[in-house]
């Protein structure tokens, strides 16, 4: 996999990043499905969710309901 990329939300463009840090920007919540990126390998922008390992790390979203405590062993 390439080690720069790039990506744009609206008009703005961010980069050259790796991958990995990418990966980290969409476990914020700061890369969405359909923010562009590119890569030196693509021939145009795409949609981060067409770059199916970027988003195969991240759990699914929490229920929303009250979860009791976790107790941790002392």
């Known amino acids: ?12 463009r961010f980069g050259p990043f790796t991958f990995e840090h990418l990966k980290g920007l969409v476990s914020s919540g700061q890369l969405k499905e359909k923010d562009l990126v590119w890569t030196k390998t693509m021939p145009n922008w795409m ?6 390992e970027m988003f195969e790390t991240l759990p699914p979203p929490l229920p929303n309901v009250d979860l009791p405590p976790i107790k941790l062993s002392e």
Do not use: C, F, L, R
């Not at 996999?1 to 703005?12: F, H, L, P, R, T």
């Not at 949609?47 to 199916?52: C, L, N, W």
């Open 1 to 12: 996999m390439s080690d720069k990329w790039y990506y744009a939300i609206g008009k703005e």
């Open 47 to 52: 949609a981060a969710e067409s770059v199916p």
